[in-house]
């Protein structure tokens, strides 16, 4: 079972993934978003964007394009924002 955060963040990128790429919201989380599901690279600019403007933060490019599906964009930007925290808290 995912944390309350974790739900939130993979709802919120859901969202994204369907308004920039046309699929359904609840599209499998495991599917390769470029491979599986024919998502074109064209997308993947605007997809990060939204990514790092709703979520407010940078997004390292090298590990948006290990990201492939939602649930490894879940992971991520999880990861991404913990890491945030963590060292606002040290400030």
């Known amino acids: 079972m995912q944390s309350k955060p974790v739900e939130k963040n993979e709802t919120t990128i859901r969202q994204i993934v369907a308004k920039v790429t046309a699929l359904a919201p609840d599209t499998s989380g495991d599917a390769d978003l470029y491979l599986d599901l024919g998502v074109a690279s064209v997308h993947a600019l605007e997809l990060l964007t939204g990514l790092e403007a709703a979520f407010g933060i940078g997004v390292p490019d090298e590990e948006f394009v290990e990201a492939t599906s939602i649930n ?20």
Not at 72 to 91: C, F, H, P, V, Y
């Open 72 to 91: 490894k964009l879940t992971t991520m930007i999880t990861s991404l924002m913990n890491n945030a925290k963590e060292e606002s808290s040290r400030s």
